[in-house]
C-alpha cells in the first residue's frame, strides 16, 4: 500500500503536542506490513519551518519528506474581507495555489492507494485532490479547531473582542463541518471528539489514539515545585498561564511561600513581564521535556479552553507524573476514576495543597496516570485499530 501524507507543519522537530502527535503517527504507520511506501508532505511557513536535518536521525527507509514553502502571515485585507464574506481566514491562508498543483502533479504520477490529511489546515486540499485521485481521502482530526475559538470568545472580557473571536468560530465551524462531509474516512484522537463528529455527518469515523511510547525516564519527586509545559504561541496556554498566576498561585503562596512554578516550552519566553511574578521561573524552550516535567514536582495545566487529547499531559502522565487537571486540560480522557478533573478553581486550588503536603499521594497518582497511559495510548493499540478498522476498508 503507498499513501501520501500531507500535514499543515513539520513533524520533526517536535516542538509542540501537534508535532508530536503527528510524529507518533507516522512512526507507528512505518511499522504496519501493508504499508510499503509513504510520501510525507509537510507546509512549511514562518512559523513552523521545514528543515531536512531534522529527520537525518529518523530509520525509515520507506518515507520519503518534502517541505512545501507557503506564506501564512496575516494580512488586513484579506482577513478583513473573509470577516465580511463569512469565510475562515484560519483556513485560507494555509491553501495556495501552487501546493496544490504539487499535490496533483504527485497524484497523477504515482499510484497511491491513501491520502491522509494530517488536521483540518491540511484537510482544506480535499476538493483539489478529488479532481486527481480516486483512492481513499482521510483525515486525521486532532481535535474541533472552531470548539477552541468557541471557548476562547466566551472567556474574553472585552466585548468587541469577543465578538470578533466569535464570528472566527463560527466561520471556522462550517469549513470544519463541511470538509468532515468530503473525506472517506476521520480519524480523531479523542473519544469526545469521535462522538462529536459521528452524530454530525455520514462519514465512517474511527476512534484512533495518538500512541505514547514507553521510556525509562521516571518522575524525580521534588518538593514545593509545580510545572507546566506548552507550546505558548498556541492561545489556550498562554490564557491557561495568566489566569493560574492571576487566580491560583497567589492563593497558594500564602501557605506555602517557598512554592515555585517552572513553566518551559515554545515561545514561553513571550509570556508577558507582568505575569512574571515572585516564584514563576520561565525556561524557555527546553530540548528534552521529560527531563523538565520529571525534575519539576506536580504537572498542573489549568486551560480554560481547548478541545481534543493534549500531547503534552500524556507526555507528563507518561513518566508518572502526578497531574493536577482541569476540565479543560482532561478533555478526552475518560480518568476522573483515577485523577479529579476539576471544574472551578476552588477545587483545583484544594487538590494541588493536599498533593503538596502529601508525596506518597502525589507517587500514586503518577503511578495510576502512568499505568492508564500504557494501556489507553500505547502503539499496539494503534496497530490493532489501523489493522481491524482502517486498512481493511482501503
Same mark, same amino acid.
Given at each position: 500500500?503507498?499513501?501520501?501524507?500531507?500535514?499543515?507543519?513539520?513533524?520533526?522537530?517536535?516542538?509542540?503536542?501537534?508535532?508530536?502527535?503527528?510524529?507518533? &503517527?507516522?512512526?507507528?504507520?512505518?511499522?504496519?506490513?501493508?504499508?510499503?511506501?509513504?510520501?510525507?508532505?509537510?507546509?512549511?511557513?514562518?512559523?513552523?519551518? &521545514?528543515?531536512?536535518?531534522?529527520?537525518?536521525?529518523?530509520?525509515?527507509?520507506?518515507?520519503?519528506? $518534502?517541505?512545501?514553502? +507557503?506564506?501564512?502571515?496575516?494580512?488586513?485585507?484579506?482577513? @478583513?474581507?473573509?470577516?465580511?464574506?463569512?469565510?475562515?481566514?484560519?483556513?485560507?491562508?494555509? @491553501?495556495?495555489?501552487?501546493?496544490?498543483?504539487?499535490?496533483?502533479?504527485?497524484?497523477?504520477?504515482?499510484?497511491?492507494?491513501?491520502?491522509?490529511?494530517?488536521?483540518?489546515?491540511?484537510?482544506?486540499?480535499?476538493?483539489?485532490?478529488?479532481?486527481?485521485?480516486?483512492?481513499?481521502?482521510?483525515?486525521?482530526?486532532?481535535?474541533?479547531?472552531?470548539? +477552541?475559538?468557541?471557548?476562547?470568545?466566551?472567556?474574553?472580557?472585552?466585548?468587541?473582542?469577543?465578538?470578533?473571536?466569535?464570528?472566527?468560530?463560527?466561520?471556522?465551524?462550517?469549513?470544519?463541518?463541511?470538509?468532515?462531509? $468530503?473525506?472517506?474516512?476521520?480519524?480523531?484522537?479523542? $473519544?469526545?471528539?469521535?462522538?462529536?463528529?459521528?452524530?454530525?455527518?455520514?462519514?465512517?469515523?474511527?476512534?484512533?489514539?495518538?500512541?505514547?511510547?514507553?521510556?525509562?525516564?521516571?518522575?524525580?519527586?521534588?518538593?514545593?515545585?509545580?510545572?507546566?509545559?506548552?507550546? &505558548?504561541?498556541?492561545?489556550?496556554?498562554?490564557?491557561?498561564?495568566?489566569?493560574?498566576?492571576?487566580?491560583?498561585?497567589?492563593?497558594?503562596?500564602?501557605?506555602?511561600?517557598?512554592?515555585?512554578?517552572?513553566?518551559?516550552?515554545?515561545?514561553?519566553?513571550?509570556?508577558?513581564?507582568?505575569?512574571?511574578?515572585?516564584?514563576?521561573?520561565?525556561?524557555?524552550?527546553?530540548?528534552?521535556?521529560?527531563?523538565?516535567?520529571?525534575?519539576?514536582?506536580? @504537572?498542573?495545566?489549568?486551560?480554560?479552553?481547548?478541545?481534543?487529547?493534549?500531547?503534552?499531559?500524556?507526555?507528563?502522565?507518561?513518566?508518572?507524573?502526578?497531574?493536577?487537571?482541569?476540565?479543560?486540560?482532561?478533555?478526552?480522557?475518560?480518568?476522573?476514576?483515577?485523577?479529579?478533573?476539576?471544574?472551578?478553581?476552588?477545587?483545583? +486550588?484544594?487538590?494541588?495543597?493536599?498533593?503538596?503536603?502529601?508525596?506518597?499521594?502525589?507517587?500514586?497518582?503518577?503511578?495510576?496516570?502512568?499505568?492508564? +497511559?500504557?494501556?489507553?495510548?500505547?502503539?499496539?493499540?494503534?496497530?490493532?485499530?489501523?489493522?481491524?478498522?482502517?486498512?481493511?476498508?482501503?
Amino acid at each position: 500500500m503507498k499513501v501520501l501524507v500531507l500535514s499543515h507543519k513539520p513533524p520533526y522537530p517536535i516542538v509542540d503536542g501537534g508535532c508530536l502527535a503527528m510524529s507518533r &503517527f507516522l512512526l507507528d504507520l512505518s511499522e504496519l506490513n501493508r504499508v510499503e511506501k509513504v510520501d510525507y508532505f509537510t507546509l512549511s511557513t514562518h512559523k513552523h519551518g &521545514f528543515n531536512a536535518s531534522a529527520y537525518e536521525h529518523l530509520s525509515l527507509p520507506n518515507i520519503t519528506f $518534502q517541505g512545501i514553502s +507557503i506564506d501564512t502571515k496575516i494580512k488586513l485585507i484579506p482577513a @478583513f474581507y473573509s470577516l465580511l464574506t463569512q469565510k475562515s481566514y484560519h483556513t485560507k491562508r494555509f @491553501f495556495q495555489s501552487h501546493v496544490a498543483e504539487i499535490l496533483k502533479e504527485k497524484l497523477t504520477s504515482n499510484s497511491y492507494d491513501v491520502v491522509i490529511f494530517e488536521s483540518l489546515y491540511a484537510a482544506i486540499y480535499t476538493p483539489i485532490i478529488r479532481t486527481a485521485f480516486n483512492g481513499k481521502i482521510c483525515y486525521r482530526s486532532h481535535n474541533l479547531e472552531f470548539r +477552541i475559538w468557541e471557548d476562547l470568545a466566551k472567556n474574553e472580557k472585552n466585548p468587541m473582542k469577543a465578538w470578533y473571536i466569535n464570528q472566527l468560530a463560527k466561520s471556522l465551524e462550517k469549513e470544519e463541518r463541511s470538509i468532515w462531509n $468530503q473525506v472517506d474516512v476521520i480519524l480523531p484522537i479523542s $473519544q469526545g471528539d469521535t462522538a462529536f463528529i459521528e452524530q454530525a455527518t455520514k462519514t465512517k469515523v474511527h476512534y484512533l489514539p495518538s500512541s505514547m511510547p514507553k521510556n525509562n525516564k521516571e518522575m524525580v519527586w521534588t518538593e514545593n515545585r509545580m510545572c507546566f509545559l506548552g507550546a &505558548f504561541d498556541w492561545e489556550p496556554n498562554m490564557e491557561a498561564i495568566k489566569w493560574f498566576i492571576d487566580e491560583i498561585f497567589p492563593i497558594l503562596l500564602k501557605d506555602n511561600p517557598t512554592l515555585e512554578f517552572h513553566i518551559a516550552g515554545r515561545k514561553s519566553t513571550d509570556i508577558p513581564t507582568e505575569y512574571l511574578r515572585k516564584n514563576v521561573i520561565i525556561h524557555g524552550f527546553v530540548e528534552d521535556p521529560l527531563e523538565f516535567i520529571a525534575k519539576n514536582g506536580l @504537572f498542573v495545566a489549568g486551560l480554560q479552553s481547548g478541545s481534543g487529547i493534549k500531547m503534552k499531559i500524556l507526555e507528563a502522565m507518561s513518566i508518572g507524573a502526578p497531574c493536577v487537571l482541569t476540565t479543560k486540560a482532561a478533555e478526552g480522557l475518560s480518568i476522573e476514576s483515577i485523577i479529579p478533573v476539576h471544574k472551578n478553581k476552588e477545587s483545583f +486550588i484544594s487538590d494541588i495543597q493536599a498533593l503538596l503536603k502529601n508525596k506518597e499521594n502525589c507517587i500514586q497518582r503518577g503511578k495510576h496516570g502512568k499505568q492508564y +497511559i500504557q494501556t489507553h495510548f500505547s502503539s499496539e493499540l494503534v496497530y490493532e485499530i489501523l489493522e481491524e478498522q482502517f486498512l481493511p476498508s482501503v
